[in-house]
Structures are given as C-alpha cells and as structure tokens.
C-alpha cells in the first residue's frame, strides 16, 4: 500500500459513486479497492466513507480529504509532467486565470499558435474577477498590478504595457458633431464599463480628467465591444482589445492622441518547489507576442 495509489483510488470512488465503478474505471477488483480505502482510513484515523450494500456516502472528513487529494493529486500530475518535460517534450495541462476581456479578447488571439507550437499541452482558460487576489488552483494568473499580493507565495512578472483610447463606429460618427478636441466628448454618448453609474471620471495623460457619459453600462466587455460596432456611442479601450474590429472597419479611432496613462499587465505564478516549464513558456510567449502593443482596458484587468 501506498498514499499515492490509495488516495486516487478514493478520489475515483468518490467522482464514480460506488466501488465497482470505480474498480472498472481504475482495472482493478471491488475487494482491492476496499483494501485501500480501509489502509487509508486506518492511516489517517478517521472514517472517509460510509459504505452500505446500497449507498455510499462521503463523510465530512473525508469531503475535505477529498477536496485537498483533488489538487494534490494534480499538483503530482505536474512535478511528473515538468521532470518529464526536462528531458524531452513538454506536455501537462496549463491552468491559466484572467479577466473575461484579456482572455478572450487577448489571450485566445496568441493561444492558437502556441498550442501548435507545444502540441503537448492543454489549456484550461479560467474566468477571474478583475482585481482579484491569484489563485494557488491555478499555474498564472493575470492581472493588473497588484500591491496587495502575497509575495511570499508569488513570483509576479510584467507582461506587457498597454493604454486606452477612444473607439467608435463609422455609423455612430456620420450624423453627429465632429469630435475635435477632448472637451467635445462631451456631447457624445459614452459606453461605460462597470457598475459605477452612466457618469465616470476617468484620468488621461498630463494628468486631463473628464467626464464621461452614457445611456448604457455593462460589467460585460463583450457586451461593451458589441454595443460600440452597433452605433451605440463611443468606447474608451486598447487597441488590441478591439483589434479585429479595426481591421474589419466596425470601428475606428477617436481622438488617437488622447490616451490614458501607460499601463501593465502582470502575470502571477506561485513559488514551487519544481520547474515551471510550461507556466514560464507561455509567459516567455506572451511577452514575444503581446509588446509592445496596447493590448486591454484597465478596468478589465
């Protein structure tokens, strides 16, 4: 018996519900399993399972052994997949975290061509709150600088630099009053990201502040994206957030000497006690692709 074998075998009977799927699921017999659930059990001291000819039930104990094994389990995954990767190709799943804009209107753009050039590796794409603290669950985790962050646990690395600007529709510009000057803004409608109301500050270069209003806010930046190349008004983003719609000619610049103060984007990747192959080729990647760009909007990250 060993932790290892013994504890993916209660990590399959808990995600398969009873013994004998498990067993068939693992090519192995009922009676072995039981074996080893029960040298856990005696291992640990507590009972982890309720087992009746009919049911079989998780007990606290063993919801919260359970929970821990999952990423233990994982995290075991990756040393061997990272140790493999010294020696030959790399592979293993990359679990990345980041706001709704940067991953799908950033990351999927470079994420094709990387996985063509590492065939091996899987991605998981995981939806952050913008802001948030990273996530021990997760190999990077990408957002804006954070001050707050536990530096003890994190290596923290710029990524790219990025600024913002204004973008509208040809439509929304036709009939309306030509946009020369800043304070012009002014009588335009503004498409807002948030849930800071349909009246934003926002800070620009040389430290120039304006007022911006609007009839629609969203918390959805694809929603933002969708609205401007509708006619609804104008958008203050980067250019490579809304990239494929330049090229396209669903919007153009607006006043592009107008920006918001230079940005970054970091990616945060916990300190282990094994390589990070994968994690750091991706990042190396990124750099490559996303510099110098402008690349999101702030308040997305």
């Known amino acids: 018996m060993d932790w290892i074998t013994c504890t993916k075998s209660f990590v399959a009977v808990v995600e398969q519900g009873s013994l004998a799927q498990a067993a068939s699921t693992l090519d192995t017999s009922s009676s072995a399993l039981s074996k080893r659930l029960s040298w856990l059990e ?3 001291g507590v009972q982890l399972l309720k087992r009746t000819t009919r049911n079989l039930t998780v007990t ?3 919801k919260v052994f359970y929970r821990r094994s999952v990423h233990l389990l994982d995290d075991w995954q990756q040393i061997l997949a990272e140790t493999t990767s010294t020696y030959g190709e790399v592979q293993g799943v990359l679990r990345i975290g980041a706001p709704l804009a940067t991953g799908s209107r950033v990351l999927v753009h470079y994420l094709a061509e990387f996985l063509q050039t590492y065939p091996n590796i899987q991605v998981e794409l995981h939806t952050v709150t913008p802001g948030q603290l990273p996530d021990l669950n997760l190999d990077v ?3 804006r600088e954070l001050t707050d962050f536990n530096s003890t646990s994190y290596i923290a690395t710029k990524l790219f630099s ?3 600007g204004f973008y509208a529709s040809p439509s929304y510009l036709e009939d309306r009053p030509v946009i020369e000057t800043p304070e012009q803004l002014a009588l335009h409608n503004c498409l807002l990201f948030g849930s800071h109301g ?3 500050e926002h800070v620009f270069e040389n430290n120039r502040r304006l007022r911006l209003r609007g009839n629609f806010t969203t ?3 694809e929603a933002l994206v969708a609205a ?3 006619g609804m008004g104008l958008i203050l983003v980067g250019e490579n957030t809304v990239k494929r719609e330049l090229s396209n000619g669903l919007l153009i610049p607006v006043l592009p000497e107008l920006k918001q103060p230079l940005n970054a984007a970091y990616a945060y990747y916990p300190k282990l006690n094994y390589n990070h192959t994968k994690t750091k080729l991706f990042i190396d990647f ?3 692709k996303a510099s110098p760009g402008q690349t999101t909007n702030p308040h997305y990250l």
Do not use: M, T, W, Y
């Open 162 to 164: 990025f600024q913002a």
């Open 228 to 230: 401007a190349v509708a």
């Open 42 to 44: 005696k291992q640990l």
């Open 219 to 221: 918390q959805n930046p």
């Open 286 to 288: 990124i750099k490559q």
């Open 141 to 143: 985790f990408i957002s």
């Open 198 to 200: 349909h009246e934003q």
């Open 60 to 62: 606290d104990a063993g």
